[in-house]
């Protein structure tokens, strides 16, 4: 049983170590500060069971458990916490078990065994039900090489193209396997809606620009071709955008 510890203090991280030998766990975990360190040692390790502290700067571990599910053999995972006011996420968030900071052996033995009793496809099944419950600071997209994560705030555009969403990232397009409608649920305050089937990043518009055929569109950082605006959303676009001075809006 390969088992991996998420946590950003080190102590917590030696107490879980010193538990599992404590039970007669003798393979050595492996051991991630950070939530986007854990998901890069989940892809090339694949661990069976995560041990995941929720509270962590950065990506905390309710958003890492979202992008655990999306693997191709995802693990399950035990959130373990000093903040009981969680409890009720965590199990939303589709966790096999919860351990309240400090751990006891009785209790993680518990918690291993019913994580040794599912199997992976039944973890995967289980979290596809449950979505996590809060804002990602990243997407996840699945690639012949694993799992790409991309920070949301480097996403110039959503576009809804058939049952897939094109984002554009670093000037290309990276699909995702997401509703726009959701996206925006999601994301709606960084995102601007400039046409039934596209959103564009507030913070990414450089301008408003009128076209040859008298249409208008929406100039943005890194990309080449301007995304249209529609006629319904056009007075929506140009008040979201007085309030970046910087943006131009005389078109």
Known sequence: MKILIVDDEALAR???RELLRSIG???????????????GLAQQESPDIVLLDIRMPGMDGLET??????LQRPPAVIFTTA???????AFEASAVDYLLKPVRAERLARALE?????????VAALRDRQPAPHRRSHVSVSTRTGLLLVPVTEIAYLRADRKYVGAGWKG????????LKLLEQEFGDRFLRAHRNALVARAHVVALE????????????EVTEPVPVSRRHLAGVRAALRHFSRVNTDA
């Open 14 to 16: 030696g107490r879980l």
């Open 25 to 39: 766990i003798e393979r050595a975990p492996l051991e991630a500060d950070s939530g986007i360190r854990a998901l």
């Open 65 to 70: 458990a979202a992008h655990l599910a999306r």
């Open 83 to 89: 903040y009981d006011e969680h409890a009720l996420k």
């Open 114 to 122: 019913r994580a040794r009793s599912l199997r992976a496809g039944n």
């Open 172 to 179: 290309r397009e990276i699909l995702l396997d997401e509703p």
């Open 210 to 221: 009128r076209r040859a055929d008298g249409g208008y569109a929406l100039r943005l950082r």
